[in-house]
């Protein structure tokens, strides 16, 4: 089985947390293992943007592109970038070892109050 690191930076960009993950993890899966404050409300059914990260520059062209229903979840997703997209859409591969995602300052895990 292949181990796949995950950089998670914050908001405020003071602190990273690093995650392992195997390959075919879903990134949202891997980030609320890890503490990440993404809600994920719908569960990955792409109904909500409150998984919305910003892929650094330099990952976002590993990953396959957005679908057309993502991009519209994405038009709603406050402080949507150029290199936003859904964690609940991206599956980890060995080629995405390394990926470094900016939790949005606009994310709040309502599920953890």
Do not use: W, Y
């Amino acid at each position: 089985m292949t181990n796949i690191t995950v950089h998670f930076v914050s908001p405020d960009g003071e602190k990273t947390v690093t995650a392992e993950a195997s390959d075919g993890d879903n990134l949202l899966t891997v980030a609320q293992i890890n503490d990440q404050p993404l809600e994920g409300t719908c569960e990955g059914q792409m109904a909500c943007s409150t998984c919305h990260v910003i892929v650094e520059a330099a990952d976002f062209a590993k990953l396959p592109e957005a679908t057309e229903m993502e991009e519209d979840m994405l038009d709603l997703a406050a402080g949507a970038r150029r290199t936003s997209r859904l964690a609940c859409q991206i599956t980890l591969t060995p080629e995405l070892d390394g990926l470094t995602v900016h939790i949005p300052a606009e994310s709040h895990n309502m599920q953890g109050i």
